[in-house]
């Protein structure tokens, strides 16, 4: 089955500065991947999110990049905000019985310093 | 986007009773819906996928004689969390999407289960 590693598991950063989460993954048949964020007690929420047949994506602040060849993906965000405070989660999509499910890595806990 | 309401939010039983969770997606009909568990500070894990009037698929490690799963209708599915122990303590969150080849889940609000 599909195994996606994320790191770094924290990250702290100052407010305006940049922060990059790099995820790896195994399964070469995955074709999407999206990125959540979690607040603390929440619902993961989808932030943005990227097909195999693209590159990269830009949304704002937000940017991810795709390697298939190397297998890994990363979420770059630009004059991080305090508000961006959260955990980060990964997710590539892998195949069961069922169809199409997603595997998470293991999260990365953003700090934002104001 | 889609949303998808998950009861109860949290919830606290004794050990020994059993504890039913339901997810309703409110606005398209999911045929497949997915169960997570989520201990404190840890990922997402998988327990289980369903879809629509089948039986569910489990993970392996999960057991599934004690959480079990219902998807009865197109936006209704339940977990039943029977026998509670206090190691069933967790953050329990399920999503759905749209159909067999859809890729972007959409989650609840998830439901924190707290077994005394």
């Known amino acids: 089955g599909e195994n996606v590693e994320q790191h770094p598991s924290t990250l702290s950063v100052q407010e305006g500065d940049s922060a990059v989460i790099k995820c790896t993954y195994s399964?070469?048949?995955?074709?999407?991947f999206p990125w959540y964020k979690q607040e603390l007690g929440k619902r993961p929420q989808l932030i943005i999110d990227?097909?195999?047949?693209?590159g990269e994506k830009k949304d704002q602040r937000i940017a991810v990049t795709l390697n298939k060849t190397a297998k890994h993906f990363s979420l770059h965000i630009t004059e991080t905000q305090p508000e961006d405070s959260a955990v980060y989660f990964c997710?590539?999509?892998?195949?069961?019985?069922?169809?199409?499910?997603?595997?998470f890595g293991g999260g990365t806990r953003l700090m934002v310093k104001p | 986007g889609a949303v998808v309401s998950q009861h109860p939010s949290w919830v606290i039983c004794k050990s020994g009773t059993s504890v039913k969770i339901e997810c309703r997606s409110l606005?398209?009909?999911?045929?497949?819906m997915f169960w997570y568990r989520q201990f404190p500070k840890q990922s997402l894990m998988l327990m289980a996928t369903?879809?629509?009037?089948?039986?569910?698929?489990?993970e392996q490690g999960v057991e599934k004689d004690k959480f079990l799963i219902n998807h009865a209708s197109l936006t209704l599915s339940t977990l039943t969390v029977t026998s509670a122990h206090p190691e069933d303590s967790s953050f329990y969150i399920c999503?759905?999407?749209?159909?067999?080849?859809?890729?972007?889940?959409?989650f609840g609000q998830g439901t924190r289960l707290t077994v005394v």
């Open positions: 999503s759905a999407r749209s159909g067999f080849g859809a890729t972007e889940a959409f």
């Open positions: 606005d398209f009909q999911a045929t497949t």
């Open positions: 990227i097909r195999s047949n693209v």
């Open positions: 997710a590539a999509t892998s195949y069961n019985n069922a169809g199409n499910m997603l595997t």
């Open positions: 399964d070469s048949a995955s074709n999407y």
């Open positions: 369903s879809n629509e009037g089948s039986k569910a698929t489990y």
